[in-house]
Antibody, heavy 113, light 107 residues
Framework: QVQLQQSGEELAKPGSSVKLSCKASGYMFTRYYISWIKQTTGQGLEYIGDINTESGGTNYNEKFKGKATLTVDKSSSTAFMQLSSLTPDDSAVYYC??????WGQGASVTVSS | DIQMTQSPSLLSASVGDRVTLNCRASQKIYKSLAWYQQKLGEAPKLLIYNANSFQAGIPSRFSGSGSVTDFTLTISSLQPEDVATYFCQQYYTGTWTFGGGTRLELK
């Protein structure tokens, strides 16, 4: 069946980077964009951006420009999101999604010294 | 960005009740609206898209209505497994935005 499998929980130090993955299965990967969403208790759900899985073209929410970098590996049907210069405000659950209908299970990122 | 406002933020209802959740967009989004259910520790699950289209596999007690700026999610007969937080989301613009959620609990 169609699913997005995300990488596991991350514990990171302030100032470091993490790279999350989102592996697609059950459909033709390059037919759909992949979007990334951040969820925190305080800020709710926030759209980070999306990537055209065929061309690699990206669209970022202004708030996350410079924080998130989206890439894709078509050979493995996997999308990636790198978060850089981490601060405690980046602690959240991050989801990838195919359109509105298929979401990954989420990946928890905790930034703490 | 388009702001999405949900009301109420907390709703208590009894099993069998008809429940109505509201969502308002700060700009016209026509029918580019989705509703999600999120249970604790789980990813959001799509219930309704295009304001009133049913996602496959979702119980028929869930329905969506509205257009342009005002939208409603209705649960016709509340079941215990419907306890969750419900979010609306607009995808009219390239930057999706979400409502703050309505937490639904049993009375």
């Amino acid at each position: 069946q169609v699913q997005l499998q995300q990488s596991g929980e991350e514990l990171a130090k302030p100032g470091s980077s993490v790279k999350l993955s989102c592996k697609a299965s059950g459909y033709m990967f390059t037919r759909y964009y992949i979007s990334w969403i951040k969820q925190t208790t305080g800020q709710g759900l926030e759209y980070i951006g999306d990537i055209n899985t065929e061309s690699g073209g990206t669209n970022y929410n202004e708030k996350f420009k410079g924080k998130a970098t989206l890439t894709v590996d078509k050979s493995s049907s996997t999308a990636f999101m790198q978060l850089s210069s981490l601060t405690p405000d980046d602690s959240a659950v991050y989801y990838c999604a195919r359109g509105v209908d298929v979401w990954g299970q989420g990946a928890s990122v905790t930034v703490s010294s | 960005d388009i702001q999405m406002t949900q009301s109420p933020s907390l709703l208590s209802a009894s099993v069998g009740d008809r429940v109505t959740l509201n969502c308002r967009a700060s700009q016209k989004i026509y029918k580019s609206l989705a509703w999600y259910q999120q249970k604790l520790g789980e990813a959001p699950k799509l219930l309704i898209y295009n304001a009133n289209s049913f996602q496959a596999g979702i119980p028929s007690r869930f329905s969506g209505s509205g257009s342009v700026t005002d939208f409603t999610l209705t649960i016709s007969s509340l079941q215990p497994e419907d306890v969750a937080t419900y979010f609306c989301q607009q995808y009219y613009t390239g930057t999706w935005t979400f409502g703050g959620g309505t937490r639904l609990e049993l009375k």
